[in-house]
Nanobody, 121 residues
């Protein structure tokens, strides 16, 4: 079983920044892809960014390109998301996701509990 624990969410003003962290633990041989998804009220969960930990290959949603940066540490099964120039439409619950496969285009089997990001003045 794999546990993903997120941290770093909160309330921030428009234009501000946050850094989300997600650490994986448990009985997993190796996690190769980790990423972040978000879900706003009344909307479907969507990919924000994902990374293949061994190659640092990344994928971003168009809406966050140039503002958000994903990074990972494959020795620690940890992934980070730096959120800059935040806008009210970034408000959502952000979920960490992980997979043993090397696939950026779909979510893996493991999910965190979610962390709230609220952008408001």
């Amino acid at each position: 079983q794999v546990q993903l624990v997120e941290s770093g969410g909160g309330l921030v003003q428009p234009g501000g920044s946050l850094r989300l962290s997600c650490a994986a633990s448990g009985t997993v041989a190796r996690l190769n892809t980790m990423g972040w998804y978000r879900q706003a009220p009344g909307k479907q969960r969507e990919l924000v960014a994902a990374v293949i930990l061994s190659s640092y290959t990344t994928k971003y949603a168009e809406s966050v390109k140039g503002r958000f940066t994903i990074s990972g540490d494959n020795t620690k099964n940890t992934v980070y998301l730096q959120l800059n120039n935040l806008a009210p439409e970034d408000t959502a619950v952000y979920y960490c996701n992980a997979a043993q496969g090397f696939v950026l285009s779909r979510a893996g089997d493991y999910w965190g509990q979610g962390t709230q990001v609220t952008v408001s003045s």
